[in-house]
């Protein structure tokens, strides 16, 4: 769905990603790994063109993607970005006029744009802050907020810097779960995190970045198991996967063939030995 073929991009004479080649594909979620300065946010900006790349192309389901105006818009209308600090993205006075900036963009009706703004609070779960002004919520509604006004135009390929940094466990819960319903509808994902676990539990792909190139690839076993990569990048094991292994070289598991990924999983091998 979206390729990098050899981009390179600088800030002033700072080398932020260098040589990148990377293929997405649609309908999987992807967890993208690495330390702070590794690229992973300069990566996810020029996916949907808000950074232009100084060498290589970027391609869009097998067309290069243009930086003309009306290209730009298009794609953005299909690449959505929910930034870290939700503070840049949200900029009407109501939580209602944001969220309906996007579609009402977009040439819709007004009774079109009225129904995709509710059923994007709806699916947020701020239906109740739609007159609320923007400055009044707390750090995770405006969370909410943002991912709803992506939510609202309908975007093939949703981009999340980092979206549940800062997040009490309540409102990390809800927007994994709206993530997990905007998968289920077809919509592809990727996250840039520093949660281990989440992207192990997760994703369907774990791409890992070091000083801005990509350092590996592959599903959350193929990367997690690879004890090399996991040290040159200053990694570590997810608990579950950590602990399974531990116990299954201990001979206090059976080896059925089936490699947990989430705790609950674990517990029940567990309860089954």
């Not at 002004?133 to 995770?140: D, E, I, V």
Request: aromatic share 8%; hydrophobic share 40%.
């Amino acid at each position: 769905m979206i390729e990098a073929r050899e981009i390179t991009f600088k800030y002033d004479s700072v080398t932020a990603l260098n040589n990148v080649s990377l293929f997405i594909e649609k309908g999987l979620k992807y967890a993208l790994l690495g330390p702070n300065g590794a690229g992973k946010t300069t990566l996810l900006m020029h996916l949907n063109g808000i950074l232009r790349p100084l060498s290589g192309k970027i391609f869009y389901g097998g067309s290069e993607i243009k930086y003309g105006r009306e290209a730009l818009y298009e794609l953005r209308r299909r690449v959505g970005v929910v930034f870290q600090d939700p503070e840049v993205q949200l900029f009407s006075a109501t939580v209602a006029e944001d969220v309906s900036f996007g579609p009402m963009n977009m040439g819709l009706s007004s009774d079109e744009v009225k129904k995709r703004v509710d059923s994007a609070l709806y699916a947020c779960g701020i239906y109740n802050l739609k007159e609320r002004p923007t400055h009044f919520l707390s750090h995770g509604q405006k969370k909410l907020a943002a991912i709803a006004g992506v939510i609202a135009m309908s975007p093939e390929v949703v981009v999340l810097d980092e979206p549940i940094a800062g997040l009490d466990h309540i409102h990390r819960e809800m927007v994994l779960n709206i993530f997990s319903g905007l998968n289920r509808g077809g919509a592809t994902l990727i996250m840039s995190t520093h949660d281990i676990d989440l992207a192990y539990e997760w994703a369907d792909r774990v791409i890992v970045m070091r000083e801005g190139t990509v350092a590996g690839v592959g599903t959350p076993l193929e990367v997690f198991s690879d004890d090399k990569l996991l040290k040159e990048t200053a990694l570590y094991k997810p608990i579950v996967l950590d602990v399974y292994q531990r116990l299954l070289n201990r001979g206090m598991l059976k080896d059925n063939g089936t490699v947990p990924r989430q705790r609950t999983e674990l517990l029940s091998l567990l309860g089954q030995s």
